[in-house]
């Protein structure tokens, strides 16, 4: 039997009920217990943990608490964790299509399969080193995971300014790079190649487009573009040469 004192810090303090907000929790325990449990039966989940200390000591989620520790619980940076492809690279649950495609357009490379149930998407995101977006606190908390974040707002517009501001994305942002049906690389093709795959409004007015190198969807400046543009100016300023969406 013993007891700790553990007090999270930052933005830790969302998972927590308001009388246990910025204030040092008192933990009572009783068998041989780690951390990582400690923490996550308080409700948050460990991709959101950075560093750790006991006793003004470094230490890790498999630190073993001690009776009378002092534990001080900080959120981890938000620099982005390199990726297979040394660029920012995100698994989104299937709750969240609409921020997926708003990654998309910005050129964030981003998985989304709403076939997938929670473990699909735990053993993809460690697999392949993909960090994992949720809402779902139990999802994040899955020992396999290693890099994740929990979105705090529930609408996708907010959602987007959330991950970008969060993330750092900003450096890692190329409009119109990617399809948002299925996160292939866009690429100009010639109107002539595609002549016979567009409705004839489309072949009368417009002469600009680009093609998904993954499912063969194609683009081009059609109503929503303007609608595109306001979303990215938010993020990136003003594209007067965008390319083609």
Known sequence: MGVISILFYGNLNDFLPLERKNRPIQVVFAHKTALKHV???LGVPHPEVGT???NSNQVGLAYYIQDQDHMDVYPHTATVFASARNQPAFILD????????YLRFLGIDSVYN??????????????????????DRGLLKRKIITHGYFL??????????????????SPYIKPFYRCSRCNGILQIVEKERIMDQLQPLTQRYFHEFTHCNGCGRIYWKGSH???????????????????IK
């Open 39 to 41: 923490i996550e039966s």
């Open 52 to 54: 750790m200390h006991a």
């Open 94 to 101: 299937n709750h969240l299509g609409k921020l997926t495609g």
């Open 114 to 135: 709403p076939t997938w149930d929670d473990a699909d998407l735990a053993n993809f995101a460690a697999q392949y080193q993909r960090i994992l977006l949720t809402r």
């Open 152 to 169: 705090r707002s529930q609408l996708p517009l907010n959602q987007i300014a959330e991950v970008v501001q969060h993330f750092q994305l």
């Open 225 to 243: 573009y303007p609608k595109l543009m306001e979303l990215i100016s938010r993020f990136c300023g003003s594209f007067s040469n965008s390319p």
